[in-house]
């Protein structure tokens, strides 16, 4: 399906921010809601949205974005989240940081640590953390995947197990309403488990979009998190949820 101009510019909302409201669309394209709700239909046929009251979100399921995609979506909000992050990790700690356009938001953000160790299985993160001279690297050994700088597998999660960090910086594809952390790639996965396992405080950094999204593979529950980073309230099930299980929720600014 070919898109006309504003049904491009209607995904590349979506993209960005992972849903669109058909009364948000009407009043900046200046057409009607029924105009809009024949596009939004269009892409969902086209099997790039799915229909939701209201509106639409960006399709997911069985494969995640691609990383360059993955990278350009909700880049305020990381950054936002990366700062609120690392603002919780002191100097002269040892954090573990995983795979995901989030965790590299929070490198970015301990630039300017002190004295800090990092451990990583990503080649994006190791590169970021370059340019801190008083940070110690070590990446994890493992089957490079090329598509986003990700080391991963068996090698990858016998390396982890070697380590008991600070703190431990995870990211996640998907987060559904029972607080259960999703992701794509099962080898992935089994890797941020040694994480969750190796680490004696576990944060993880995600935004609101992920609440809007689904992915098959259970990596586990925020009750195993100290804390969550993100960049808007959870809704209040799921608050209710991080209280039972004193998991804190830091809404970043």
């Known amino acids: 399906m070919a898109l006309n101009i504003r049904q491009s510019e ?19 394209f200046n057409v009607s809601l029924q105009t ?9 046929e086209a099997g790039h949205l799915d229909r939701v009251h209201g509106g639409a979100v960006i399709r997911t399921g069985v494969a995640n974005f691609a990383y360059d995609e993955r990278r350009r979506m909700h880049e305020a909000a990381k950054s936002a989240i990366g700062r609120a992050c690392a603002r919780a990790i002191p100097n002269n700690s040892s954090i573990i940081l995983n795979l995901g356009t ?27 953390l370059l340019g801190n001279e008083s940070c110690d690297i070590i990446v994890a050994g493992g089957n490079l995947r090329r598509s986003d700088g990700g080391l991963v597998g068996h090698l990858t999660s016998d390396f982890f197990s070697q380590f008991k960090a ?28 040694m994480i969750l396992k190796q680490s004696r405080r576990t944060f993880l950094v ?18 195993e998190v100290d804390a969550v980073f993100t960049d808007a ?12 299980w004193s998991t804190e929720i830091c809404v970043a600014e």
């Open 10 to 28: 209607i995904l590349e909302i979506a993209r960005n921010e992972g849903r669109v409201v058909v009364e948000t669309l009407a009043e900046r």
């Open 36 to 44: 809009i709700r024949r596009d939004l239909s269009d892409l969902a």
């Open 102 to 128: 989030t965790t590299e938001a929070v490198a970015r953000e301990l630039l300017g640590h002190q004295n800090i160790t990092v451990v990583t299985n990503n080649i994006n993160v190791a590169n970021i």
């Open 166 to 193: 600070d703190f431990a910086v995870i990211g996640t594809s998907a987060l559904d309403e029972e607080g259960d952390m999703l992701d794509f790639d099962l080898a992935e996965v089994r890797v941020s488990r």
């Open 206 to 223: 995600t935004d609101h979009s992920k609440l809007t999204r689904t992915a098959p593979a259970l990596l586990g529950s925020l009750e």
């Open 233 to 244: 309230p959870f809704p209040d099930h799921l608050t209710e949820l991080c209280g039972t």
